[in-house]
């Protein structure tokens, strides 16, 4: 097959067995790779409610057809667990090299089952795979794993690892990518599950070429699309996502302060433009990635004083930022390299912060009880704060390390007004209510709060325009099927959008045919994307999920923006049920939420 090499390489921990299955063009096309691997193998592996943390879980890390340097953005990867956040199905992807020379292993996929006896990692050089003692490597930050594993291995290699916070079990831990550049996949604790595993990360060193059908005609085409691709991402090349930061204030929908408003007066201070001024060294990119979005800034005081160290994204600004009212971008620097180097994903630390912070505020618990006291706009410690989280040090780490629902559950009473989550996921920095497309898009999420499945567009240019919610379900099921097939070819979101463009099209048929020589059109990808989704359905209704559970957050749906440029925007409960039934309808799924048999016949699901 080209882009494929037919071999999916599975770790039992458990029993330290090592077993190779292949698959043939028939299962590829259905699946792409990717997501639609990592859910396939879940939904034949797990279909009952299971303990994230027990032998019966598994993680899947797969690569898809573009993987490996052809197509721009296709040094990413996925993987996928069921989360000890949300309890429910959840993905992640991920950029750096760790994907492309995962390729050239000669594996497709990697299935990691059972548990360990002692802390183990996972070694794949080309063809041999095998599991070695990580006693040496336990308890060690990131980069000190890396560079320990340099010392002790005499070959270039990749690395896919967690840190003490994995280890520790937080519920929200990343696996980091690490090497030419540190990347993680963040969302919903799949570090945790290889935490619970023993399971330090993998190891890869492979030199075995992947082919494509027609690499000349693929190269022009991509040639074709260059300038314009460049032309889209300049802003990108120039400030990286933090572009974002004084863009979306300007709009009135910036989550801050918990979510209680949504502009943050302070912006400025946090946002692309200034980081470019002040901290700014280098850009830094993915393997073979035009765009180069990465940047490297300088940290002048606190913990990584003096050093250089990646720049935090908007996500990252937003949640330990804005979420918080922190203007301070310097300890967002060291904040974010703590939580990267401790293996844990900003997004549910911030804003699981916030929302502990505004609990306090509202009396339902003490700063007295807290080792480090939490007040909106005051954070000398935050850095402290994360490490405590990271370690479940202290009763303000055991609890952060919980997650916000969880922390609701533990407080009882009015906790669960001012949470910011879906299905137990912390809702990323692109505004429930303010963002008429994502209001749909987060309660409809297979993972809970993503702005990864349903994609934000900053529309209409006049802030003021409330384009009300009349064409979100069929925005939501395109979105959701594009990003789908993205993430299964697997292709950088932002090279995927300004490249191929934000719904599923010809230009993206025909690269995909150069690389398989699959004559695959455009109703079909789609269908594939239909596929891939209800698939992931079909994993969380067998974990109790149903349309109960497609549900927004009290404050999105009783609290309009409460002042700004979008002020008195909100997404009542009951516009949220009309947008179900739309939703419903158009996925082939019943008024519960649950997938019908026809629809699974024509997906070819059963």
């Not at 490249?499 to 789609?526: M, P, R």
Request: hydrophobic share 35%; net charge neutral.
């Amino acid at each position: 097959m080209f882009g494929y090499h037919g071999r999916i390489v599975e770790v039992d921990l458990t029993h330290k067995n090592i077993n190779i299955k292949n698959f043939n063009e028939d299962f590829a096309r259905l699946y792409l790779g990717g997501n639609g691997f990592v859910a396939k193998i879940i939904y034949d592996t797990i279909k009952t409610t299971i303990d994230p943390f027990s032998e019966d879980n598994i993680v899947v890390f797969a690569t898809g057809p573009f993987t490996g340097g052809h197509v721009w953005g296709g040094s990413r990867g996925h993987c996928a667990s069921i989360s000890p956040l949300t309890n429910i199905f959840c993905d992640s992807n991920f950029g750096g090299n760790f994907a492309a020379m995962f390729k050239r292993t000669g594996f497709d996929a990697i299935v990691i089952k059972g548990k360990a006896d002692e802390p183990v990692y996972i070694n794949i050089d080309n063809d041999t795979v095998t599991i070695e003692h990580a006693k040496e490597l336990w308890g060690k930050t990131i980069s000190e794993t890396q560079s320990l594993l340099m010392q002790q291995l005499n070959k270039r290699f990749e690395a896919a690892l967690i840190g003490p916070a994995g280890e520790n079990l937080i519920r929200y831990a990343s696996i980091m990518c690490t090497g030419t550049r540190i990347s993680a996949a963040g969302r919903g604790g799949i570090g945790a599950v290889l935490g619970s595993k023993l399971c330090k990360g993998i190891i890869v060193s492979g030199d075995k070429k992947v082919e494509v059908n027609n690499p000349e005609a693929l190269k022009q085409s991509l040639n074709n699309l260059l300038p314009s691709l460049k032309d889209r991402a300049k802003p990108l090349t120039e400030l990286g996502t933090p572009v974002l930061v004084q863009l979306i204030n300007n709009k009135g929908k910036l989550c801050t302060r918990n979510n209680a408003k949504e502009q943050f007066e302070k912006a400025y201070s946090i946002s692309g433009e200034y980081i470019k001024e002040h901290h700014k060294k280098k850009n830094i990119a993915c393997h073979g990635c035009p765009i180069a979005c990465g940047k490297l800034v300088d940290v002048p005081y606190g913990m990584y004083a003096g050093k250089l160290v990646k720049m935090p994204e908007y996500e990252t600004i937003y949640a330990i930022g804005s979420m918080l009212e922190n203007s301070d971008v310097v300890s967002i620097y060291n904040t974010n390299t703590v939580c990267d180097e401790m293996g844990m994903d900003t997004i549910s630390f911030g804003v699981t912060l916030s929302f502990l912070t505004e609990c306090v505020e509202k009396g339902l618990l003490k700063n007295s009880d807290l080792e480090i006291p939490l007040h909106f706009g005051k954070w000398n410690h935050l850095s402290e704060i994360a490490e405590h989280t990271a370690l479940q040090k202290g009763l303000i780490g055991k609890l952060l390390a919980m997650g916000s629902k969880r922390i609701a559950d533990y407080i009882g009473t009015d906790a669960y007004k001012y949470l910011y989550e879906v299905k137990g996921l912390e809702i990323a920095g692109h505004s429930a209510r303010g963002l008429r497309q994502m209001s749909l898009g987060y309660a409809t999420a297979t993972r809970g709060g993503s702005h990864h499945d349903t994609r934000p567009t900053y529309y209409p240019n006049d802030p003021e325009v409330d384009p009300g919610f009349t064409h979100q379900p069929e925005y939501s099921f395109n979105s959701q099927n594009n990003t789908a097939v993205g993430d299964s070819l697997v292709m950088c979101r932002f090279i995927h959008e300004r490249s191929f463009g934000t719904q599923i099209n010809e230009t993206l048929a025909e690269a995909l045919l150069y690389v398989t020589g699959w004559d695959i059109t455009k109703q079909e990808l789609i269908e594939i994307g239909e596929r891939i989704y209800t698939l992931e359905r079909l994993i969380n209704v067998s974990l109790g999920i149903d349309r109960k559970s497609d549900i927004l957050p009290y404050r999105v749906m009783n609290e309009p923006i409460p002042d700004g440029p979008s002020k008195g925007w909100v997404c009542t409960y009951d516009d949220l049920q009309k947008m179900l039934d739309e939703y419903y309808k158009l996925r082939g799924w019943d008024e519960n939420g649950i997938p019908i048999k026809q629809t699974l016949q024509r997906l070819k699901l059963i």
